[in-house]
C-alpha cells in the first residue's frame, strides 16, 4: 500500500505503466471517490523540476470533455514522490482499446474524423 495525504491504493492495482511513470487505481480516504494516480518514477526526475511543475500546472488548466482531468498533485508520504491524482476512466488505456481484435485494423475514416473533431474542440 501507498499514499499521500489524502488518497490510498495497492501499489499490485497497476492501471498502466510508461516510461516515467506507474498509473494505479486509488480511493480518496474522506468520500471514497475511486480515482487514478500517476507516480513517477527516477527516470522522470532527470528532466528539470521547472519542466515538470509547468507541465503540471498545464494539466490543471486542461479543463476538455476528451482529456482526463488532473485534480490534485500530491507526494507520496513516505518518499515525497510526486503524484497526480486524476480522473479515474474505467474503459481501459488508449492502447489497450487499440490492440483491442475487434479494432486490429484500427478505425474506419469516418470514426477518426470523428474522434479528431472532438478532440480538436
Not at 105 to 112: A, D, P, Q, T
Amino acid at each position: 500500500m501507498q499514499s499521500t495525504l489524502n488518497y490510498l491504493w495497492k501499489t499490485d492495482d497497476v492501471l498502466g505503466q510508461g516510461a516515467t511513470a506507474s498509473v494505479y487505481k486509488a480511493r480518496n480516504k474522506k468520500s471514497g471517490e475511486l480515482v487514478a494516480v500517476k507516480v513517477f518514477n527516477n527516470a522522470s526526475y532527470m528532466r528539470p523540476q521547472e519542466v515538470q511543475i509547468r507541465e503540471f500546472e498545464v494539466l490543471r488548466k486542461l479543463n476538455h470533455q476528451n482529456i482526463v482531468k488532473l485534480f490534485a498533485v500530491e507526494e507520496i508520504e513516505s518518499c515525497k514522490q510526486k503524484v497526480l491524482v486524476m480522473e479515474y476512466c474505467s474503459g481501459g488505456s488508449l492502447l489497450s482499446l487499440l490492440e483491442d481484435p475487434e479494432n486490429a485494423f484500427g478505425l474506419s475514416e469516418s470514426e477518426f474524423l470523428i474522434v479528431l473533431h472532438c478532440v480538436g474542440k
